[in-house]
Structures are given as C-alpha cells and as structure tokens.
C-alpha cells in the first residue's frame, strides 16, 4: 500500500473518531491540531501534526507554534515535543495522528509538570516608554529678540490696535503734513510776486508741483499696501 492510500485511509478514519470534537481542527487534508485540555485550563496546550508526502513511512512534522502556547515557555515546549518524538519512533511506519494525541492528552499533567506561565506580551504601559523616547532638549539657541524700551513700546502701542496691526493709511499723515507745508509757501510766494508776472507764476507753481510730488511719491508709495 502507497503511503498516499495510508493518509486516504488515516484522513477518514480521523474525521470519523473526531467529528463533533471541537478540540480537533483539520487545517488541510494532511495537517491538524488538537487542543489538549479545556479552554481556560492554565495547562492546556495545543499540538500541530503535519504529514509529509511519504508519512507514515517517515516522520511527520510535530510542532508547537500556535498562539495558543504563548504561555508556555520554550524548555516545556522542547520536552513535551521529545516526549512525541519517543512516541513516533516506536509507532513509526503506521497510521499514528490519532495516537499521538491520544498519548498527549493521557499524559497531559506529566507533560505540563514544570510548567508556569510566561507572559511574554509587554505591557502597554512598558511599549509606550521604549518607543516614545524622551524628547531631548534642542540645543539651539533661540534668536534674541530686539528688545524694546518702555516709552517705544507705549509709543508702539498707542500706534497699533488690539491685533498690534498699525491703522490703514497711517503713514499718509506725515504726507498731509508736509501738503500743508507747501500750500502755505505757495500762498506766501504768490502775496510777494508782482500779479502782473503771470507766466513766472505759473512757472513758479509747475517747479514747485514737481518737488511736490518728488517728496510725496516716497510716502505714497509705501502707503499703497495699505489700501
């Protein structure tokens, strides 16, 4: 007999003795798990037998990798795994699924003798302070800010408003400032020439409009952001 037609053979003769058994689970028609003990039971564990393409004429795979034995630390994992491995030696050549976990759960308690839980799942708390470092002081300087004395930051302050925003159009006093300026020259000027002289006049007041606007065009230039 092939060693395909002994799995066909063993495959049926587990589903048979197992169903309704919800310790056991088929994973693949050459793979599966059987929990020995009750869930809650702190010594219960989980065993996986893989079967490979010339089982049962060579040893199948045993392990104990599940999530379900992340308590159990490594030193009783290896000897209950020894343990299985005597127990394939002897049934080696036959059908022995359904032996091994039958011996399991019949030595349960001497296979879990030496076992005390290992929580091995760090606590938040303990994830937290390794992946969020303390955050190092910067070793850079801050840039000193110009200071202010008291009288420019009450000048300052009767300038700007309650965002510290200077008015709209504030520089445009000083412009009308020096407009009056100029209009009382003009006036003055034009009380001292002759009103016969009406063509120096009007020469007079084009020269004088042109320094007007040179000394304006300063302040209106930087007082049209504001508007």
Known sequence: MSAN???????????????GDESFREL??????????ENGDPK???????????????????????????TISSAVKQSILAKLQEAVEVNLG?????????????????????????HSATSISNIISVETPNTAPSSKKKDKKEQLSK??????????????????GWNWVDVVKVCNIYISVFKKLLQ?????????IFHFLSF??????????PFSCSACKYF
């Open 28 to 37: 693949s028609p050459v793979s599966f798990q059987y929990r020995i003990g």
């Open 151 to 168: 009288a420019q930051k009450r000048k300052l302050a009767d300038k700007t408003d309650h965002k510290g925003e200077l008015p709209r």
């Open 94 to 118: 036959t059908a022995m699924t359904y032996t091994l976990f039958e011996y399991a759960k019949d030595s349960k308690e001497q296979l879990m003798e030496n076992h005390h839980p290992v």
């Open 44 to 70: 219960a564990f989980l065993i996986e037998i893989s079967w490979t393409e010339t089982y049962p004429q060579t040893p199948p795979i045993i392990s104990m990798n599940a999530f379900f034995n992340n």
């Open 5 to 19: 037609e002994d799995q066909e053979m063993e495959l049926e003769a587990l589903r048979s003795i197992y169903e």
């Open 208 to 217: 004088n409009l042109w320094i007007l606007l040179g000394c304006l065009f």
């Open 192 to 200: 001292l020439l002759p009103s016969s002289n009406e063509i120096y």
